[in-house]
Each structure stands twice: as structure tokens, then as C-alpha cells.
Nanobody
Framework: QVQLAESGGGLVQAGGSLRLSCAAS????????MGWFRQAPGKEREFVST????????YYVDSVKGRFTISRDNAKNTVYLQMDSLKPEDTAVYYC?????????????????WGQGTQVTVSS
């Protein structure tokens, strides 16, 4: 089992920045690809970004490319999502997830473990 706990969400004005953290405990974090997803009110959960277990391979949804950066620190069992130039449409609950068997995916069904989420609200 892997337990994931997100933090760093909050209220920010458009154009501002936030850094989300996802701390993992349990089994070996460094073996897992990690992903960030988000869910806005009334919408389905959507893929935001993923990072391979080595940290070398990263993917982003088009809407956040150039604004968000995913990274990980395997020594601290933590994955991060640096969010810059935030827009009101980035408002959502953000979830981190762990993929035990793959190299990172944009499909939520491929992630075995999920955190509880952290709210990000961007005001205009």
C-alpha cells in the first residue's frame, strides 16, 4: 500500500503561483510513476501531468504546458507541481496518484493509489 497526501493548495489571484506537494508513505516511492489530476466542479477528472520513476520523462496536458512543472524528490518521497501564471480555469481539486506498474500515464485507470486532493482556487 501507498498513502499519498497532497498539500499546498489555496486561493490565489490570476497570474499567481502555487506549489503543490504530494508526500508518499508506505512502499518504495521511487519505483512508482506519479501523476497529477484535477477535477473542477461539474466536470470529470482530467489529467494534468505525469513523471516517470526516474524523473526523466514528463508529460503535460496542453492547457498547462509552459506554466506548470512537475518534479520529484525520491529521497523525500515527494512529488511536486509548480503552477505559475495561474488562470481561473485552473480552479479545481488537485489529486496526486501513483502508478505502480507503468512509466506514467494520462489515464486515471492506470493509477493504483490516490490522495485525498487539495483545493486550488484562482480568482480573476
Amino acid at each position: 500500500q501507498v498513502q499519498l497526501a497532497e498539500s499546498g493548495g489555496g486561493l490565489v489571484q490570476a497570474g499567481g503561483s502555487l506549489r503543490l506537494s504530494c508526500a508518499a508513505s508506505g512502499r518504495t516511492f521511487s519505483n512508482y510513476a506519479m501523476g497529477w489530476f484535477r477535477q473542477a466542479p461539474g466536470k470529470e477528472r482530467e489529467f494534468v501531468s505525469t513523471i516517470s520513476w526516474t524523473g526523466r520523462v514528463k508529460y503535460y496536458v496542453d492547457s498547462v504546458k509552459g506554466r506548470f512543472t512537475i518534479s520529484r524528490d525520491n529521497a523525500k518521497n515527494t512529488v511536486y507541481l509548480q503552477m505559475d501564471s495561474l488562470k481561473p480555469e485552473d480552479t479545481a481539486v488537485y489529486y496526486c496518484a501513483a502508478d505502480a506498474y507503468g512509466s506514467g500515464s494520462r489515464y486515471s485507470a492506470e493509477y493504483e493509489y490516490w490522495g485525498q486532493g487539495t483545493q486550488v482556487t484562482v480568482s480573476s
